[in-house]
């Protein structure tokens, strides 16, 4: 008997073996192929760059990532903590157990069967399992789409170098736009050449401390080319982005005009009485992979 939703639309149904391998192909696809929005930030970088040492920095980079794809290669020996970041259509059935537990069969599998290297170590024994898992981790984020029957898995595998480069202020209303930018500028100082530049800055403005630092994550990862929802933040990814770029921190932190793709902005509303800002850092390796789930089958791209 074929059960329908309460719309009379039949569900989209996933089995936990679809999500598995899907999980698994996404690691290693995300870490060896980079997205071409990527790619073609590089080249707009290697067109307006004007210091010979950065020029030469950029071609290096660009000359692993066609190496990486010509000998079916990592782009960066960190693997990363792999993130999973899941959208559920209106009408799909799945049982979230078998989800959550999918996702890490699938890291496990990419590590041990590539192999990869795994990264994941316990925070206070620093014991490493070699499975890319471990306590809350997989880090797993779900929302809900309008989509009718559709799920999208987007992995994200984030290295310890442009993580480390995160940063969170409670600024109050009274420190303004300005405050913002401030914090903006002085974060990417402090972060210098220690993320792997050219980067994309991840920016969060409003919410919680916590929702505030994920929406900076969420930045971080947009594709480049994106452009914030809210037309403030969109004027602000703008104007933070040329800051940042005349800092001449450039490639690798060595001089030059190529410090950041792009700063992304995500914001959410806030208390009266507070603002939070944070920014993550995304490095030059700005790696990510999804799969969509619809009635026609899986799509595998970025």
């Given amino acids: 008997m074929t059960l329908m939703t309460r719309t009379g639309v039949e569900p989209l149904r996933i089995r936990p073996e679809e999500i598995e391998e899907a999980a698994k192909l996404l690691y290693i696809r995300a870490l060896k192929i980079l997205p ?97 898992c471990g306590i809350r981790v997989p880090v797993i984020h779900i929302d809900f789409i309008e989509a009718e029957r559709e799920l999208r898995l987007e992995m994200i595998p984030k290295g310890s170098g442009s993580e480390n480069g995160s940063f ?67 004027a602000l990814e703008e104007e933070l982005t040329a800051a940042v770029n005349a800092l001449g921190i450039g490639p690798q932190g060595l001089g030059g005009d190529s410090t950041a793709f792009a700063v992304h902005v995500e914001v959410a509303a806030t208390h009266i009485t507070m603002n939070p800002v944070a920014v993550n850092i995304q490095c030059h390796s700005a790696r990510r992979a999804s799969a969509t789930f619809t009635p026609e089958g899986v799509r595998i791209g970025f």
């Fill in 168 to 234: 969170l202020e409670m600024l109050i209303p009274a420190d303004g736009v300005a405050g913002i930018k401030r914090f903006v500028v002085d974060a990417a100082i402090r972060a210098g050449g220690k993320v792997c530049p050219p980067t994309i800055l991840g920016v969060g403005v409003g919410g919680t401390s916590d929702l505030c630092m994920h929406l900076a994550k969420i930045a971080a990862t947009r594709p480049l080319g994106s452009r914030c929802a809210d037309p403030e933040g969109a």
């Fill in 36 to 132: 071409e929005d990527v790619k073609e930030g590089f080249a707009r970088l290697d067109a307006t760059e004007t210091d010979a040492r950065a020029r030469a920095i950029l071609a290096t980079m660009i000359e692993n990532i066609g190496v990486a794809e010509r000998t079916d290669n990592l782009l960066c020996q960190d693997t990363g903590i792999p993130i999973f970041n899941v959208f559920i259509g209106r009408h799909v059935e799945l049982d979230g157990w078998a989800l959550k537990q999918a996702l890490r069969r699938g890291v496990e599998r990419a590590t041990r069967e590539h192999p990869l290297r795994s990264s994941v170590v316990h925070p206070i024994t620093r014991r490493n399992e070699q499975t890319s």
